[in-house]
C-alpha cells in the first residue's frame, strides 16, 4: 500500500492512506500557528536606558504610558513616553509628577485614566503624591486621605470593585504591608483581618477568571536570612 503525504505550508498537514484523508483538528492547528515568541523592536526613537521606571497599559488611548525611572545620569527622571504598538513618543505635557523612580502605576477603567503613585527622589526623598494621565496630561489629585510616603509598592486595578489596589512598599520607617484602594477619588484603608507580610518590589496583577487581584514575591529588607518572597496571596 502506497502512503504519500501532502503538506500544506502554512495550515493542516494531511495525510492519504489507503484513500482515506485525516485531517489535523483545527483547534490543533490554531495553537501550532499561534505559538507566541519574543521579537525585539526597534523604534527609531525610544526612552533612554533605566531602571524602576512605571508603566502600564492605558486602554483609553490604546498605548502603553511610561514614565520616570532611574537613568545613567545617577538620577530620578521625570519624562513621559507613549508606545502605540510601533514607537515611542515622547510627550511633554506642561504639567507632571516630579522626577522618581519606584513608583506605582495602574490603569483605572472606572474614570479612564492611569494613576501613579509614590515613589523615590533623592532630593525629594520618599514621595506620597497620586496623579492621573488622562493622555495628554498630568493632574495632581489632592486626596484629603492618602497612603504614608513610599516607594516600591505593588499596584493593580481591581476590575471586581473598581478600584485600584495598593500594597505594601517601603516607606521612611521600613517594609510595609498596609493596603489601601483609590476609587479615582480618594483613597481608603483597608483593614483586612489578614494580609500578607511587609514587602517591596511585589507584583500585582488583576486575574479577571477569578475575580481577584494577585500578589506574588517580593523583597524583605528586615529578614536578612530570607529576603527573597515566593508567597502568592489574592485580594478580593
Not at 53 to 66: C, E, I, R, S
Not at 168 to 180: I, K, P, R, V, Y
Request: proline fraction near 6%.
Amino acid at each position: 500500500m502506497k502512503v504519500s503525504r501532502i503538506v500544506i505550508t502554512g495550515a493542516a498537514a494531511v495525510l492519504a492512506a489507503g484513500g482515506v484523508l485525516e485531517m489535523v483538528p483545527a483547534a490543533v492547528q490554531a495553537s501550532s500557528a499561534s505559538v507566541p515568541t519574543w521579537t525585539q523592536q526597534a523604534p527609531a526613537v525610544h526612552p533612554s536606558a533605566r531602571i524602576a521606571q512605571a508603566m502600564a497599559y492605558d486602554a483609553a488611548t490604546g498605548t502603553v504610558v511610561l514614565f520616570g525611572g532611574f537613568g545613567r545620569c545617577n538620577c530620578a527622571l521625570g519624562d513621559t513616553w507613549t508606545w502605540d504598538g510601533t514607537t515611542w513618543t515622547k510627550q511633554a505635557p506642561a504639567v507632571h509628577p516630579p522626577a522618581r523612580w519606584g513608583a506605582a502605576m495602574a490603569y483605572d477603567a472606572a474614570t479612564g485614566t492611569v494613576v501613579l503613585f509614590g515613589g523615590h527622589n533623592s532630593r525629594r526623598g520618599d514621595l506620597g503624591d497620586t496623579w492621573t494621565w488622562d493622555g495628554t496630561t498630568w493632574t495632581k489629585q489632592h486626596p484629603a486621605v492618602h497612603p504614608s510616603a513610599r516607594y516600591y509598592p505593588a499596584m493593580a486595578y481591581d476590575a471586581a470593585t473598581s478600584t485600584a489596589v495598593l500594597f505594601g512598599g517601603s516607606g521612611g520607617h521600613g517594609d510595609l504591608a498596609d493596603t489601601w484602594t483609590w476609587d479615582g477619588t480618594t483613597w481608603t484603608k483597608q483593614q483586612p483581618a489578614v494580609h500578607p507580610p511587609a514587602r517591596v518590589l511585589a507584583m500585582m496583577a488583576y486575574d479577571a477568571a477569578t475575580s481577584t487581584a494577585v500578589l506574588f514575591g517580593g523583597y524583605d529588607f528586615t529578614n536578612p536570612a530570607h529576603p527573597d518572597l515566593s508567597d502568592t496571596w489574592t485580594w478580593g
